[in-house]
């Protein structure tokens, strides 16, 4: 085994093999909407060890389509390791020699934690649509029942990037005596009318297909067409023109001619229509409908009135990271929440990376995140 | 009736009512694919007088899902007038008191000319996916055919944005000796990989829909909601993130309150749906596959090897319009044009017109491009 996988399994800064572990709550979440839900299931994993005083523990929240696999591998034949794996393990930006790093599934997804593909114990069926609807803060709560669990009375950081950021947004907020320090990556503090309308199309694309059935698909066809439109439109929204111009520009899929045809005829229609097609095989149309649904939601000075009033209650240091060539969250909304901290005297970093990869950027920049998240977690 | 319509019937600076007309072509229309299309309808309308030398005409060229129809009504009932209204009439940019001002319906469209909706007289069904892949090239061709019925030797002007710049930039490439002057707004020499992109989305959306059956959808149930969906998309690309903010903000639909519910909740969520929901009225769901493919093929310097060799023979005196929140066609792009014509030495104004509307500014500034065109039109 050993032998066949050597980079996996010897890899000094990798967690090496890890297993998706489930809390299950057997109460009932109040949800903002005034609508409960549970019991709940939460998948979850961690990597490093929880400390005697309980105070080296790191919360890694996860983006739309993430899960609670952040580092490792489930098996030695794994080719792909967690999602944010250049992140996090011995010796990186979240050092599991010294932290203990959780990473929890969203409620409302479909990677373990209860979502709307979930069965309904009161009714021995699918949620489908169902399910309540859901927010930010909800996944935060669901979060905070996690943490009880674990015994961790405050996180040393929260961090994520885009919809993991805003929930690293909404904790210090709506638990600011249980944050220390916090990591918002490439994210905004509320979701702008160009984004939410993003998000429409992919609904749109999703309950227009016959086969979403009103959410009620899991004992048939899935509605993978839709799922795919929506994916392929949140995919260019993920990367830049200038990194699109760079990795395709115009080349052809085929060789050097035109073919005349409605098929692909440019590399850049491949790749989109493969992102879609990958992307139906791993993630829950109706999840897609919720968790957008929470993100267009999200607007963190909504109820106090202002961004400014909201981040009055807040105890943890900051350091805020943006990049260049993101569009879907610019650079301009992340100097927003740092101008709110900064009002309310809170210590606050900011830096902007220089970056072609538009929004992606937060998965891929980790040298210079890494540089800089260290530094941030020494003080 | 002049009574009840006093502002349409009495405008002075208005074309008044117009009708559009049809030329047939009885001849075959040689492609670029080496495919060949005809007979050809044309649907063009014309506004003023083509004066004895006829050395006053201007051909106006319509975007994506534009038509022939760019100026007037055509009954005095009519809520809305042409397309260009604002800048075609008496007085106006394109002073119909001093010009004769052409605009025709691009082939493989839906408002007219021959396309996949039309009948082919080989077979007296429609085309649908049997109609030829057509390009850029290709269109100016079929308007050069019109251009020889009309009589007309050389272009006093050519203009026209988006899809409709395209043409213009072929123009005087493809007709070096035919066109005078060049007004190509808020276009680009070749479509970018993301502009490719979000083409294949709308088409992926309009190909999975289960109505759209191959293409062969005209004596049943039309594939409406994947041509909404493709829309949407579109329509996002031709605002600015900085007008939608200001359009519509996190605006809700319905008075002060959360619905919780999957319907529109958000104001731009309405409205794109709306935009979606009103196109599919208008516009044929094949025409937009063929017209979003004529499109992606553009690439003026592809078959010299650049776009300054392309340039060579260019004749025309240029003025290039670009607007500084578009990021469809970005003013970056104006640019590469610009560049490419000082190279070769052509005589060129550039503007880069300050807008917060996106790419749609080209519909809706006319004041600063009325006062840019009509001094150029004067030289």
Chains 1, 2 share one sequence.
Not at 34 to 58: F, H, M, R, S, V
Not at 201 to 228: E, H
Not at 331 to 343: D, G, K
Request: one cysteine or more.
């Amino acid at each position: 085994m050993t032998e066949q996988h050597p980079a996996i399994l010897t890899d000094p800064s990798s967690v090496g093999l890890v297993a998706t572990q489930m809390y299950h709550y057997d109460g009932q979440l109040d949800l903002e909407s005034g609508q409960q839900l549970g019991p709940l299931d939460l998948a979850y994993e961690t990597y490093g060890a929880l400390n005697a005083a309980k105070d080296n523990a790191i919360l890694i929240i996860h983006a739309l389509s993430g899960n609670a696999h952040a580092a490792g591998y489930y098996t030695p034949e794994d080719r792909k390791p967690g999602w944010w794996d250049v992140m996090i393990g011995p010796g990186k930006a979240f050092d599991t020699n010294r932290f203990f790093v959780v990473c929890s599934n969203t409620i409302g997804g479909c990677s373990g934690s209860t979502g709307p593909g979930s069965i309904n114990p009161a009714t021995g069926q699918p949620y489908g649509m169902t399910f309540p609807i859901i927010t930010i803060p909800d996944m935060v709560n669901a979060q905070r029942l996690l943490m009880d669990y674990l015994g961790i009375p405050c996180w040393y950081a929260v961090s994520g990037g885009s919809m993991g950021g805003m929930q690293v947004l909404q904790w210090v907020v709506s638990y600011p005596e249980r944050v220390a320090r916090c990591i918002p990556i490439a994210t905004t503090h509320r979701l702008s009318a160009q984004s939410i309308a993003f998000n429409a199309v992919g609904r749109a694309a999703i309950m227009s297909d016959p086969d979403w059935c009103d959410g009620n698909y899991y004992d048939r066809q899935l509605p993978t067409n839709g799922l795919a439109v929506a994916r392929m439109v949140a995919h260019i929204t993920y990367l830049s023109e200038e990194s699109m111009h760079a990795k395709f520009g115009r080349n052809l899929r085929h060789a050097d001619a035109y073919t005349w045809k409605f098929d692909p005829e440019f590399s850049v229609e491949t790749y989109l229509h493969y992102q879609g097609d990958e992307f139906v095989k791993r993630f829950d149309a109706n999840s897609y409908l919720y968790i957008t649904k929470a993100m267009d939601y999200f607007d963190l000075g909504v109820s106090t009135g202002s961004l400014v009033k909201a981040m009055e209650v807040v105890k943890a240091r900051f350091l805020v990271m943006s990049y260049s060539s993101d569009w879907l969250f610019p650079t301009a909304q992340s100097r927003e929440i740092v101008r709110a901290l900064r009002f309310n005297g809170i210590d606050v970093s900011f830096v902007e990376i220089e970056s072609p990869s538009g929004h992606d950027a937060f998965l891929l920049e980790y040298d210079e995140m890494t540089k800089l998240i260290r530094g941030f977690l020494e003080k």
